[in-house]
């Protein structure tokens, strides 16, 4: 628990620095890095000969959760796409001693500033779900929101140091664009017309993220040579982590291991704390915004 | 004061001070004054830390607002910005309807400005540039083209799917509904305008179909609009439509029930035409918090009373709107959540499951002498009322209270009721004879204004026959036969008129045929 704690701890400082520097007052819409962060050297392009890749699996023990079927009755436009059998809950997709689903990404280590990939990401609302039900997206970076079903979506985000947005999304084909300025892990999405659908979304400062597939195997490339310390995330049973030193070119397999003893406590970081601003503090303590997640796809 | 204490006042004066230096000045705006107006009136909700966690917040939904997180309901920016200090400006002056936030028009202007810079203090948020409201246009006008296409894009934007069909915030998607910390929110009512948490006038309706309400399940249409979904034209008409589905205004409260006699034959039902011939009355309902347990955040907001009497029966029709016909299985886990968020502070817990909807009518046990009337909350042991009681599952009995829900059964019940739920409004017609014979209920009598109180529940919300919506004593009165002369001055003077009335046109016509023989003869 001390170990939690000080974890929480580091994290508020971390989220206090972010707030310093951090944030250009424009609007949340498409935009690029606020420019008050330039004092952080860009970090040097990586030599493709020496570029190292971490990769592995995320393996799980123990009893999932079982999934449920979703009750799509009252959304007919949706529950006809499932002809091969009902939706299912997937807040756990574990099969064969594998996870799905962990939001894997580099969290100490890196050094610099990264270009913002000018590649959109992604998030479709296709038979009432979303799709990937997680995501990683670089802060600045284009978060396109697509609807494919022929009815009312709302994207409601739910950012803690970013600012949040509530958009509806009322017709087949729509596309909405966003971005984030602040790197936070991770920010809960949801629609609220259909209370089952949810969705993750890890907003980080560099391009190194990656989340775990059916078979559970992730990687993350190409990086810098150098030490870092790798964490997973999963909605259910929280976070895990390690460190990892790969060398020039090198390959370094790593594993990590979620089991089902672990739903019951782990905290899942939705968001980063949000402190009250520096000139009120020394008259309060926060407790944090550890929350459990729980009821969701 | 202890000397902790006084050091931590010394040090939040301190940083006050650091705060006037490091924001004030330039606006006029003085940060320790608005500090000392945050201590006195806000604090109790907001919380010190403006964390909308101060000890009375746990009984509200909505919530505080939580001023660290900054996440504005009511802006005219675009969702996901900050709001202008003209935004926090004006829900500083109206209060938020629909919530607890009252209006602060106490404070003066200069104390207004100064909480208003206190409360963007506390968060790092606006430390950014600042908000810019989005650009609105003016409202092209209404109609009855604007209603019918307004209608129509209500339906195509799917609002019925929180909103309901007919707007009273029982839409399909209303069960499962959270804010932003994950607590109930209902889908507000289209139907009562007044309880519009921005205001209830058109542009206002169409200023937040543009910024969405942040921190709630309601969207901004905003990249609708710019996809071409919808055009402005069509949410100006979704505005004047959505205010059209209440009345103008917020409905004027009268003390005074008016029972008309009628001639003919009572209401048969709730459902019978009849009832369109009697005037409303709107009795307003506020939460019983006064005895444990207690309900500050009720579902039912509101009451229509109407009522006839035919001079041996009395009959009343109760209207109020309800999102859920109670017991609703689609509605358990909502009731859960309720019974978790609002009642976790040392009030009784809500364990049963399934619970009816409920209303009350209360009456003292006989016609008052003087001005004495029984405790508004049912009476006590001394002094009991009589309650015309209903509820979902069991129907309608007439039963004596000595209290709040210390119900007694009368030795006859000679109350029916009939009640019909639909699209999220109960309709319930209660009818008894003026005068039952016994002694141990009120009989009526005509000409005399007699106290009537209402009470109404909502099981699905976790209420029940303490915990609900209570209003104070009114009056009704039963309208004395009118004398049969009456009804023969209208008749005579009808007939009168009618005579004279020919006669003038007899002689107008005999003057005409004489100039038109005159003109004839020329």
């Known amino acids: ?297 | 004061m202890s000397p902790g204490g006084r050091v931590r006042a010394m040090l939040t004066a301190a940083t006050a001070t650091s705060l006037v230096a490091a924001t004030g000045g330039a606006s006029g705006q003085d940060l320790e004054r608005g500090r000392a107006v945050y201590e006195k009136w806000c604090v109790e909700c907001h919380g010190s830390d403006g964390r909308g966690d101060g000890p009375a917040a746990t009984y509200m939904l909505p919530r505080p607002r939580d001023f660290v997180q900054a996440r504005y309901q009511i802006r005219t920016t675009a969702s996901g910005e900050l709001p202008t200090d003209d935004d926090i400006s004006r829900v500083l002056l109206r209060g938020m309807p629909g919530t607890t936030m009252p209006a602060w028009d106490n404070l003066d202007e200069k104390e207004r400005a100064d909480v208003l810079a206190y409360v963007k203090s506390f968060s790092a948020f606006f430390e950014d540039a600042p908000p810019e409201p989005m650009a609105f246009t003016g409202d092209p006008g209404g109609g009855a083209a604007a209603l019918s296409a307004g209608s129509e894009v209500y339906d195509k934007l799917e609002c019925w799917k929180c909103h309901g069909a007919s707007g009273r915030g029982n839409g399909q998607s209303t069960p499962t509904l959270e804010d932003w910390r994950k607590l109930p929110i209902r889908a507000t009512d289209l139907t009562e305008p007044w309880v519009f948490n921005g205001g209830m006038g058109v542009e206002a309706i169409h200023t937040r179909f543009l910024t969405g309400l942040d921190g709630t399940p309601m969207p901004a249409y905003s990249d609708a609009l710019e996809s071409g979904i919808v055009s402005d034209r069509d949410l100006w008409d979704l505005a004047h439509y959505v205010h059209s589905l209440g009345p103008g205004k917020e409905p004027t409260v009268r003390e005074l029930i008016e029972a008309v006699r009628v001639a003919g034959v009572l209401p048969k039902g709730p459902g019978d035409g009849g009832w369109a011939e009697a005037e409303a009355f709107y009795v307003p309902l506020v939460g019983q918090v006064v005895l444990k347990p207690r309900q500050f955040s009720p579902t039912v907001d509101g009451v229509w009373v109407r009522a006839f009497h035919d001079g041996s029966e009395l009959a009343m029709l109760l209207t109020w709107n309800d999102p859920s016909r109670s017991p609703d299985p689609d509605w358990d886990e909502w009731q859960a959540r309720l019974a978790a968020s609002l009642y976790a502070d040392g009030e009784e817990p809500v364990t049963e499951r399934r619970l009816s909807d409920g209303f009350v009518v209360q009456f003292p046990p006989g016609i008052p002498e003087g001005t004495e009337r029984p405790y508004f909350l049912m009476g006590n042991a001394r002094h009991p009322v009589i309650v015309w009681n209903w509820e979902s599952q069991t129907g309608a009995s007439e039963l004596r209270a000595r209290g709040l829900g210390a119900m007694e059964a009368l030795e006859a019940n000679h109350l029916r009721g009939v009640a019909s739920y639909d699209d999220g409004q109960w309709r319930l017609q209660l009818r008894r004879a003026l005068d039952t014979g016994g002694t141990e209920t009120l009989a009526f009598r005509e000409g005399t204004p007699i106290p009537v109180a209402f009470f109404a529940w909502d099981g699905s919300s976790a209420e029940d026959v303490r915990r609900g919506s209570v209003s104070g004593w009114y009056f009704i009165h039963l309208a004395e036969p009118t004398s049969p002369m009456a009804y023969a001055a209208p008749l005579i003077a009808a007939l009168v008129t009618g005579a004279l009335g020919l006669l003038v046109v007899a002689r107008a016509q005999k003057r005409e045929l004489s100039r038109a023989d005159a003109v004839a003869q020329a």
Request: charged letters at 20%; hydrophobic letters at 40%.
């Open chain 1, 1 to 297: 628990m001390e170990a939690k704690h000080l974890e929480r701890g580091l994290a508020a400082v971390a989220a206090v620095a972010l707030f310093a520097c951090g944030g250009d007052g424009d609007g949340d819409r498409t935009e690029s890095r606020p420019g008050g962060e330039a004092e952080l050297a860009p970090a040097p392009v990586v030599d493709p000969a020496v570029a190292a890749t971490i990769r592995g699996v995320v393996a799980f023990e123990g009893e999932a959760l079982v999934a449920v079927e979703i009750d799509m009755s009252e959304e007919p436009a949706c529950a006809e796409k499932y002809t091969a059998g009902p939706p299912m809950t997937h807040d756990v997709v574990a099969e064969n001693g594998r996870l799905a689903n962990v939001f894997v990404y580099v969290k100490e280590g890196l050094e610099g500033t990264f270009p913002v990939p000018a590649d959109p990401v992604v998030l479709d609302q296709d038979g009432c779900r979303y799709h990937p039900h997680v995501l990683g997206i670089q802060v600045g970076q284009t978060l396109l929101v697509r609807n494919s079903d022929p009815t009312l979506h709302n994207i409601n985000a739910q950012p803690s140091v970013n600012r949040g947005f509530n958009i509806s999304q009322p017709q087949a084909g729509m596309e909405s664009r966003r971005d984030f300025r602040r790197p936070e892990v991770m920010i809960p999405v949801k629609c609220d017309v259909h209370g089952w659908m949810g969705s993750y979304i890890g907003v980080l400062d560099h391009p190194y993220h990656s989340v775990s597939a059916a078979d559970g195997s992730f990687s993350l490339s190409p990086l810098p040579p150098g030490t870092y310390v790798i964490e997973g995330w999963h909605e259910v049973y929280g976070t895990a982590k390690q460190e990892v030193t790969v060398g020039d070119g090198e390959t370094a397999e790593i594993s990590f291991t979620f089991s089902a003893d672990m739903a019951a406590d782990a905290i899942v970081p939705l968001g980063e704390p949000v402190e009250l601003h520096a000139d009120h503090q020394g008259t309060a303590v926060y407790a944090g915004n550890g929350i459990r997640a729980a009821g969701r796809e």
